[in-house]
């Protein structure tokens, strides 16, 4: 079926066989290639695909929020419809990346990792969205107001991470990736206020809702993570190296 795409209050709604509920400023441009070099068919189509699945995993952490404050269907549809977007876009690019990385260059071939590397931190980011998704729904008009304000609070946070790993993997921008680096510590924080709340409450010790507002509050925790490692990749294709197992500094003898 055809999608069709409808501007309303400045979003996008796009029709498929469930909506999609796109946040604002969703008009995906193509990246800048290192060097100036223009990437062949099948290298710029997987670069276009993993920028796409990077919008549609910050479409997600979108409709979290709606659902979560408004207990809409649609938002949930739209959360589901992402989810199966971002697993179709990590086979198809477990299908064309070994054939494609085979004719490039040691430079291309690093672009073309990187690729792989974001999809699975992207539709994992989908999956865990999707968790929370069904979690809320089973506790539609259940959550306490104060714990809702703390997961749309990180929602948002993981949003804005994701709309600055599209922003950086566009335009090569070291700064939106160090961004990320530095946000993701305000996500642990709220992460643990909450746990400490609920852990502090001895009424709640065992109260499922509880432990399900906690175990919401982990995956959106570990979708930082992963919005995180998006980020540290984003460095690596920048700098040439990468941030992450860095060799510890050792003291001088």
Same mark, same amino acid.
């Given at each position: 079926?055809?999608? $069709?795409?409808?501007?309303?209050?400045?979003?996008?709604? *796009?029709?498929?066989?469930?909506?999609?509920?796109?946040?604002? #400023?969703? $008009?995906?441009?193509? !990246?800048?290639?290192?060097?100036?070099?223009?990437?062949?068919?099948?290298?710029?189509? /997987?670069?276009?695909?993993?920028?796409?699945?990077?919008?549609?995993?910050?479409?997600?952490?979108?409709?979290?929020?709606?659902?979560?404050?408004?207990?809409?269907?649609? !938002?949930?549809? !739209?959360?589901?419809?992402?989810? $199966?977007?971002?697993?179709?876009?990590?086979?198809?690019?477990?299908?064309?990346?070994?054939?494609?990385?085979?004719?490039?260059? %040691?430079?291309?071939?690093?672009?073309?990792?990187?690729? /792989?590397?974001?999809?699975?931190?992207?539709?994992?980011?989908?999956? /865990?969205?999707?968790?929370?998704?069904?979690?809320?729904? =089973?506790?539609?008009?259940? /959550?306490?107001?104060?714990?809702?304000?703390?997961?749309?609070?990180?929602?948002?946070?993981?949003?804005?991470?994701?709309?600055?790993?599209? *922003?950086?993997?566009?335009?090569?921008?070291?700064?939106?990736?160090?961004?990320?680096?530095?946000?993701?510590?305000?996500?642990?924080?709220?992460?643990?206020?909450?746990?400490?709340?609920?852990? =502090?409450?001895? !009424?709640?010790?065992?109260?499922?809702?509880?432990?399900?507002?906690?175990?919401?509050?982990?995956?959106?925790?570990?979708?930082?993570?992963?919005? $995180?490692?998006? =980020? %540290?990749?984003?460095?690596?294709?920048?700098?040439?190296?990468?941030?992450?197992?860095?060799? #510890?500094?050792?003291?001088?003898?």
């Amino acid at each position: 079926m055809p999608r $069709k795409a409808v501007r309303s209050s400045e979003l996008e709604v *796009r029709t498929s066989a469930s909506p999609r509920v796109l946040s604002p #400023k969703t $008009k995906p441009k193509a !990246a800048k290639n290192p060097r100036g070099q223009k990437p062949d068919g099948t290298q710029g189509e /997987l670069m276009r695909m993993t920028l796409r699945a990077c919008l549609i995993a910050r479409d997600a952490t979108f409709n979290i929020q709606d659902l979560l404050t408004n207990s809409s269907r649609m !938002a949930f549809l !739209a959360i589901r419809d992402c989810e $199966k977007e971002l697993d179709q876009i990590e086979r198809q690019i477990d299908e064309q990346l070994p054939g494609a990385i085979t004719r490039v260059n %040691e430079r291309r071939a690093r672009q073309l990792l990187a690729c /792989l590397k974001c999809i699975t931190d992207l539709e994992r980011i989908g999956d /865990l969205v999707m968790g929370v998704a069904h979690r809320v729904q =089973a506790r539609s008009g259940q /959550l306490p107001g104060s714990d809702v304000r703390y997961l749309v609070q990180m929602s948002a946070i993981v949003h804005d991470m994701l709309e600055d790993i599209h *922003r950086g993997f566009i335009s090569l921008d070291l700064e939106s990736a160090r961004k990320v680096l530095r946000t993701d510590a305000e996500l642990d924080h709220i992460c643990h206020a909450l746990f400490q709340k609920h852990l =502090a409450d001895n !009424a709640r010790e065992k109260d499922s809702l509880s432990f399900d507002v906690l175990l919401m509050a982990q995956a959106l925790e570990r979708s930082g993570d992963h919005a $995180k490692n998006l =980020a %540290e990749e984003l460095y690596g294709l920048i700098e040439g190296h990468t941030l992450r197992h860095s060799p #510890k500094r050792t003291r001088a003898q």
